[in-house]
T-cell receptor, first 110, second 114 residues
Framework: GQNIDQPTEMTATEGAIVQINCTYQTSGFNGLFWYQQHAGEAPTFLSYNVLDGLEEKGRFSSFLSRSKGYSYLLLKELQMKDSASYLCAVSGSNDYKLSFGAGTTVTVRA | DTEVTQTPKHLVMGMTNKKSLKCEQHMGHRAMYWYKQKAKKPPELMFVYSYEKLSINESVPSRFSPECPNSSLLNLHLHALQPEDSALYLC?????????????FGPGTRLTVL
């Protein structure tokens, strides 16, 4: 089976840094995706990790440790528009299928 | 261009109505997906078309009927739905459906069944 865990909610202040952790146990591993989803809108692709290490894209970075079944998404210099749900999704041993975590709702406060 | 478009944005229908959701992409992707998403839940996969053939049906009730007229279009035909089918319906596409593919989502159709 597939098990993806991430915290339900996080709150941070504008300009701060927030780290969203994701742990997974899946049958097979072909990469981990992070998506951002604003309320009532579509998930937007943020990052893809398949090798261990840190991938940086502007204010957002994503890290993967395959041996630990662990990833995090780091959001730096938080802005109000970063208030959204962040979904961790793992591609396992089957084509087409992503296993999604329940999502972490990040609230950025002034 | 990583755009997937969906129409309509909002749909309200009665339990005896027949309606269709439409999805379109022009990225040359050969895999297209329908997901259902309830509030504060992750997307749940419903159907996958690969190269215009139905590859996955996640035991979806027959009141939902997918159709892929060509490689750019994906429809979801709705008939005799129940109130619990009210949700955000998301379409996505990816290059080939492979395990390292990134799926790109459309903005969704917010469906309310009365």
């Amino acid at each position: 089976g597939q098990n993806i865990d991430q915290p339900t909610e996080m709150t941070a202040t504008e300009g701060a840094i927030v780290q969203i952790n994701c742990t997974y146990q899946t049958s097979g591993f072909n990469g981990l995706f992070w998506y951002q989803q604003h309320a009532g809108e579509a998930p937007t692709f943020l990052s893809y990790n398949v090798l261990d290490g840190l991938e940086e894209k502007g204010r957002f970075s994503s890290f993967l440790s395959r041996s630990k079944g662990y990833s995090y998404l780091l959001l730096k210099e938080l802005q109000m528009k970063d208030s959204a749900s962040y979904l961790c999704a793992v591609s396992g041993s089957n084509d087409y299928k992503l296993s999604f975590g329940a999502g972490t709702t990040v609230t950025v406060r002034a | 261009d990583t755009e997937v478009t969906q129409t309509p944005k909002h749909l309200v229908m009665g339990m005896t109505n027949k309606k269709s959701l439409k999805c379109e992409q022009h990225m040359g992707h050969r895999a297209m997906y329908w997901y259902k998403q309830k509030a504060k839940k992750p997307p749940e996969l419903m159907f996958v078309y690969s190269y215009e053939k139905l590859s996955i049906n996640e035991s979806v009730p027959s009141r939902f009927s997918p159709e892929c007229p060509n490689s750019s279009l994906l429809n979801l035909h709705l008939h005799a739905l129940q109130p619990e089918d009210s949700a955000l319906y998301l379409c996505a596409s990816s290059p080939s459906g492979g395990r390292t593919d990134t799926q790109y989502f459309g903005p969704g159709t917010r469906l309310t069944v009365l």
